[in-house]
């Protein structure tokens, strides 16, 4: 396959958007209603995951959590930071066995229990090593649950819907982070550690809900095809997909091109086992961009606010803990609105144009910030640590455009379906690793060098940019099949051919706007 501006492939969106009835939007069909409310379920995967993010970042910004835990500093604060990374890692050679094993649902409910367990443990705990272990369960609960819920998102939604909701999954990791700040910020004047444990309750909430929930939302087709129950997935298909009519020809294609796929992948048995994610030079280059994109994500510099904003405004001397706090809170609500609207743009930008985009820009200000905290350090400019601020804020504008609500469903699209589980586990396990690498490193090297850590991120951005501009494919306006297939060529002529016989049947005419019910379906 050519790379760099030639890696953009056709659009075979035709294929079958002339099957879908123009009259069945997300706000007057009552099933598909239905549908979007138990995917939202399934999105407050990533509030957990958000909230826990903004929440260490606030928590260190607490004058009553720094003293019961003894003001943590270096290696103890790195391991604080870390651990529901380590958690995370410990949990990623069950995920993705749970997930094609006993299915999508089962294992989301499964990742709940050790949250709800690890939420509880935290509230509760007494001393550091019981908050180390509730975090390392909070970990272990989330890249289970975090391995099935995007992978369900993605291959029950209505498939005009589909790259929307599958990138606001990721997106919904700054509702928790919004939670999570504004939570501490309005418990941070209770003068007790209520002030810490509040904030540490409130995690539990995404997981009650999917404890009690999850067995309402409907099994992936694409998993109980792969497990023989085909007349199961073709009702689930027919039920949210089309009113309930099996017979439907958006449903039939569905229904047949998923069956293709499953029956390709397991007649040439090359997407079997772990050695299948390098077996092929297909799926080689889908390894390669996933396991970048990954990486990408946690080390563009976004780490060192993620996880350290406090210690980014010590070095140009914002130190007030209610600033700190308030500051935090405006930036979460302002990452959760660009990378909503990016969220919304990808069928209409295209991923190439938004990864291209979120990386000059990243690189861009990213620069300019290394530029104003030097002058702040070297000459205590007081414009300069203002400047500094802006310039955090417009470079997560363009990091939002792309590396918030992308990399999930970039990864999972490219996924053939015998692989996605365990290509997806990679994914996570390759931003953990990255996590673990900053939540070390970063406090050690923003306390021995400062500003000048920066500008190993300008250097690193940089490469981004090359890599992204010669690696990343164009997969727009394709179903999840034909972009799995797009890396390769035979299975894409295959599927192709598979799904012929379904779409020569389709009559146009069967979805004429003007005798549709354009009001609210059952």
Not at 134 to 155: D, H, K, W, Y
Not at 248 to 256: I, K, N
């Amino acid at each position: 396959m050519a790379v760099g501006p030639a890696a953009t492939v056709g659009n075979s969106a035709d294929g079958f958007i002339h099957l879908v009835d123009p009259n069945r939007k997300w706000y007057n069909n009552k099933r598909l209603i239905i549908l979007h409310a138990w995917l939202v379920l399934l999105l407050i995967t990533a509030s957990t995951n958000g909230y826990d993010g903004s929440l260490m970042n606030s928590l260190q910004s607490m004058g009553q959590w720094t003293d019961f835990f003894n003001n943590p500093q270096g290696g103890t604060l790195g391991l604080l930071n870390a651990i529901q990374n380590i958690g995370s890692l410990a949990g990623y050679p069950f995920a993705p066995y749970l997930s094609d094993g006993i299915g999508r649902r089962p294992s989301i409910w499964i990742g709940a229990v050790c949250m709800l367990a690890g939420a509880a443990l935290q509230t509760a705990c007494m001393n550091i090593h019981q908050f180390i272990g509730a975090r390392f369960l909070l970990g272990f609960g989330l890249s289970i649950a975090s391995n099935a819920a995007p992978m369900l998102v993605t291959e029950v939604s209505y498939p005009t819907y589909r790259p929307q909701f599958t990138s606001l999954y990721n997106t919904l990791w700054y509702s928790g982070n919004i939670i999570a700040s504004w939570t501490a910020f309005g418990t941070a004047n209770i003068n007790s550690n209520w002030s810490w444990r509040i904030p540490s309750l409130l995690q539990a909430i995404p997981s009650v809900f999917q404890f009690f929930l999850i067995w309402f939302v409907p099994e992936s087709p694409r998993w109980l095809i792969s497990k023989g129950k085909e007349q199961q997935a073709l009702r689930t298909l027919a039920y949210y997909h089309a009113d309930g009519d099996e017979q439907d020809p958006l449903v039939q294609y569905e229904f047949q091109e998923i069956k293709a796929a499953i029956r390709i992948d397991q007649e040439t048995q090359k997407n079997v086992g772990w050695k299948a994610l390098v077996a092929t030079k297909g799926n080689r280059r889908r390894m390669l961009i996933i396991i970048a994109i990954a990486w990408f994500s946690q080390w563009s510099g976004n780490g060192l606010v993620s996880y350290y904003l406090n210690k980014v405004f010590d070095t140009i001397g914002i130190t007030d803990h209610s600033i700190q706090l308030l500051i935090t809170g405006i930036l979460a609500i302002w990452n959760l609105c660009w990378a909503v609207f990016a969220s919304f743009q990808v069928e209409r930008w295209g991923r190439r144009f938004l990864f291209l985009t979120s990386a000059a820009g990243m690189l861009l200000f990213f620069t300019l910030q290394t530029i104003c905290s030097a002058q702040y350090a070297i000459h205590k400019t007081q414009s300069a640590a203002h400047a500094v601020i802006a310039f955090i804020f417009l470079f997560y504008a363009f990091y939002d455009l792309a590396f918030t609500p992308l990399i999930v469903s970039y990864t999972l699209e490219i996924l053939p379906y015998s692989l996605r589980a365990k290509g997806f586990n990679v994914f996570n396990f390759t931003i953990s690793v990255a996590l673990i690498f900053n939540q070390y490193v970063n406090p050690i090297a923003l306390k021995n060098i400062a500003w000048k850590y920066y500008i190993v991120y300008c250097a690193w951005l940089a490469f981004e940019l090359g890599f992204l501009y010669i690696f990343i494919v164009e997969t727009k306006g394709r179903t999840l099949e034909e972009t799995a297939a797009l890396f390769d060529g035979e299975e894409l002529t295959q599927l192709q051919q598979a799904t012929a016989a379904v779409v020569s049947e389709v009559r146009h005419e069967d979805y004429d706007e003007k005798s549709s019910d354009p009001g609210l379906k059952a």
